[in-house]
């Protein structure tokens, strides 16, 4: 009879009752934001109009390491947390790895992502000033069933713009978010001046989270008592997200273990950031050496052929000038199963921290992260969302080169989701039908030169 321990998982009362602010503890401070229109250095106070009072003061703090979790938000959280750490025994033994490889299960949520652990916190702090509208934008749709549900659990409408390639090949989250009582609309639309402007250009555009920002923001903006939420990129998003980091250090201690590696799927950082900053801060406290890799898609590959400079969030220029690597705000990526990847951008502090050197990015084409996630789906028997496919693909890498050194090393990477409503991305997987997309070097320098003009 084995006595090995397949998952670690807290009790309620061990679920963490603050976030991590990473800011506080990083050598160099990520840059401000600036106002588009004058350049200059934005103050907290500056982003209340677009987005709740709580997430701007979180989103400028560089000086607090520690911010309480409202109860109201930890009682929801018990919900769902703390999530398990599993220990993938399967994925090792197929893989024939000495690795020992772990991961943190963040597919458990009731809307099966990652994506509630800020959504909560978000619709609270909106909740709390009084606002009755909030308004947000999605790709693949994990971040939209997540605020839908949040706004109810808050008596908050919502209104979501969904990427139109997403909300054409997974209507299935469309159907999630509409079933939570959120108003779901396909991105570019009729409906605002940046979906008009995009439409008349391209009248058979499929859209980008970049489009989606503009039309979320334009319509909170323009709606009594309305609020922007967003669910990555910025710093108060990450922040949140830290609950998953901060739980996995526990569950690890509980596994006699630390990580020498940790991994993330990467679209504009809040995965990856809240499973990586709470080991990261012993790397710059502690002198400890994890490495931090941030799996992203080929097809739009920001962290590894991007430029670090000044950009617009989203596509119409309507939120502040970032410090990110980007591709160019109106980069349009192809059209990936991984909608929730589909970002021309990094989060600030991301950038800033790869800049530093404090963690790494790879790039994996669409082919290789479906092959990894049938594999972690026979091995493990969670069939994983596409994005996460890009954490296993990057940790498959990892173990295999630990085959050739026959080192031991300790893997963990975060499995921000379950794919068990993007089984037509699988079919045409297995079908032969699904196509690779890579970005040409060209390609790239023509949206930063053009980035350049539009900066200056």
Not at 81 to 96: D, F, H, Q
Not at 293 to 322: H, M, N, W
Not at 403 to 431: C, P, R, V, W
Not at 448 to 453: A, D, G, I, P, Y
């Amino acid at each position: 009879m084995s006595t090995k321990q397949k998952r670690f998982i807290l009790p309620e009362d061990e679920i963490p009752t603050q976030w991590y602010n990473i800011q506080a503890d990083m050598p160099n401070k990520p840059l401000p934001p600036l106002n588009p229109a004058t350049k200059q250095p934005m103050k907290a106070e500056d982003l209340y109009p677009v987005f709740s009072k709580a997430c701007c003061d979180q989103e400028m703090d560089t000086e607090h390491a520690w911010i309480d979790i409202p109860e109201e938000v930890r009682d929801m959280y018990k919900y769902y947390r703390s999530t398990p750490l599993v220990r993938a025994y399967g994925l090792e033994k197929a893989l024939g790895t000495p690795a020992h490889i772990y991961f943190k299960n963040e597919s458990v949520s009731p809307v099966g992502s990652h994506k509630l652990n800020s959504a909560l916190a978000q619709a609270y702090y909106c909740k709390q000033e009084g606002v009755t509208n909030i308004t947000t934008e999605t790709g693949a749709g994990q971040w939209g069933a997540a605020l839908s549900y949040a706004a109810k659990v808050f008596g908050l409408e919502a209104a979501v713009y969904q990427v139109k390639i997403s909300y054409n090949q997974k209507p299935y989250r469309r159907s999630i978010m509409q079933a939570y009582g959120a108003q779901v609309t396909p991105s570019p639309s009729m409906s605002t001046r940046a979906g008009k402007d995009v439409l008349t250009k391209d009248p058979n555009n499929q859209g980008s989270l970049g489009t989606a920002i503009s039309e979320a923001i334009e319509l909170a903006m323009s709606t009594p008592n309305c609020k922007y939420v967003l669910g990555s990129v910025l710093n108060h998003v990450a922040l949140h997200q830290t609950v998953i980091g901060l739980e996995a250090e526990k569950q690890m201690a509980m596994a006699g273990e630390y990580p020498d590696i940790v991994i993330a799927c990467f679209g504009g950082g809040s995965n990856f950031g809240g499973c990586a900053f709470p080991f990261m801060r012993h790397n710059i406290l502690d002198g400890k050496k994890t490495r931090f890799i941030a799996a992203e898609p080929s097809s739009c590959p920001k962290l590894t052929r991007g430029v670090f400079q000044y950009d617009f969030g989203d596509l119409s220029g309507l939120t502040p000038l970032l410090p990110m690597y980007t591709l160019g705000h109106d980069f349009m990526p192809s059209n990936i199963h991984a909608g929730g990847l589909r970002y021309h951008g990094a989060g600030v502090i991301v950038s800033q921290l790869l800049k530093d050197g404090f963690m790494e990015a790879v790039d994996i084409p669409q082919s290789e992260t479906f092959q990894a996630g049938l594999l972690f789906s026979k091995s493990e028997g969670i069939i994983p969302a596409p994005e996460s496919c890009h954490a296993i693909a990057a940790t498959i890498r990892e173990a295999k080169k630990c085959i050739e050194t026959g080192e031991e090393k300790i893997i963990l990477f975060n499995l921000s989701g379950h794919g068990l409503i993007d089984m037509a991305a699988y079919d045409q997987y297995l079908s032969g039908s699904l196509h690779d997309y890579e970005v040409d070097d060209e390609e790239v320098k023509k949206f930063t030169k053009e980035l350049e003009q539009i900066i200056k």
